[in-house]
């Protein structure tokens, strides 16, 4: 298997960690950036305990110029990215009643304004180089709707009409642009849910539990094989049959 570049934006975060550590089995060198010095150097202390070595690069990917730096210095220290995950995101939840307007902006810039601030600054070199690999990493939430997320909700489903639209721009230069939209895996973010609330949506799930990070990360690793070229455009929904619409 060619070995290959990966940035994966959040890879921090429960699922972004699982994303980095399957990319690194596979035998790519993965990238991810970082907002909390402090947190970020503990992330890679437990990586390198567990014999992951991952680059570690300063970033907000919510802001242009800082995602464009971030691409720059992942480049320089690793080579031309060919693999993107945009797995960063972050939740605001409220009614949208009471949602005020930096809820609702925080949420739009981090979870799909970072769609755009990464994907522009690898774009250009995959299309040159007739190869790429993108997956956005949306959520069921962007499929259903939810209770309180109007603005997470608007940025998921946002996210896969990217997809789409970069797929059929890009198609024509060996790249797949692709979506996976995971249910409620048991990471920070849905542990922060109200426990009661939490117990509701367990119940809802035919599978009966929350999935685990890996199990999206798979996901992801297939997308990103040589043999998945002809996967473009698609959106692979791993939520343990809570929703499933097509
Ligand atoms: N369906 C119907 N009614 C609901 C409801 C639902 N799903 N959820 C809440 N309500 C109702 C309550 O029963 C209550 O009704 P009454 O006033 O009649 O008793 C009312 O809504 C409460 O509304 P409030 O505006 O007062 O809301 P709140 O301040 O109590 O908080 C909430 C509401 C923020 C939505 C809270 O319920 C919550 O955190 N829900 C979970 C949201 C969620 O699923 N987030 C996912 C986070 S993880 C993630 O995002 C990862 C991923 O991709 C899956």
Not at 10 to 27: N, P
Not at 226 to 240: F, L, Q, R
Request: glycine letters at 12%.
């Amino acid at each position: 298997m060619t070995s290959r570049v990966a940035l994966v934006t959040g890879g921090t975060g429960g699922i972004g960690t699982a994303i980095c550590r399957y990319l690194a089995g596979l035998g790519h060198k993965v990238a991810t950036n970082y907002r909390s010095e402090a947190k970020a150097k503990a992330w890679q202390d437990e990586q390198r305990k567990a014999g992951f070595e991952f680059t570690l690069v300063m970033g907000d990917v919510a802001d242009p110029a800082s995602a464009q730096a971030l691409v720059q210095e992942v480049e320089k220290q690793l080579g031309p990215i060919d693999i993107l995950v945009n797995n960063a995101g972050i939740t605001r939840d409220t009614t949208f009643h009471k949602m005020n307007h930096a809820q609702w902006q925080d949420v739009i810039a981090t979870n799909l304004g970072s769609c755009f601030n990464v994907t522009r600054q690898v774009i250009d070199g995959m299309r040159a180089r007739k190869w790429g690999r993108i997956v956005q990493i949306s959520s069921v939430n962007g499929q259903k709707g939810q209770y309180g997320q109007a603005n997470y909700a608007a940025a998921k489903a946002g996210m896969h009409g990217f997809t789409i639209s970069l797929a059929l721009e890009n198609a024509k230069f060996g790249i797949t642009v692709n979506t996976v939209s995971p249910g409620y895996v048991g990471t920070d973010m849905v542990m922060a849910v109200p426990e009661d609330v939490r117990n509701k949506i367990i119940a809802q799930i035919p599978v009966g539990r929350l999935g685990e990070p890996g199990e999206i990360a798979y996901a992801v690793g297939f997308l990103v094989d040589d043999k998945a070229a002809w996967i473009t455009g698609a959106n692979i929904s791993i939520n343990g049959g809570q929703y499933m619409g097509w």
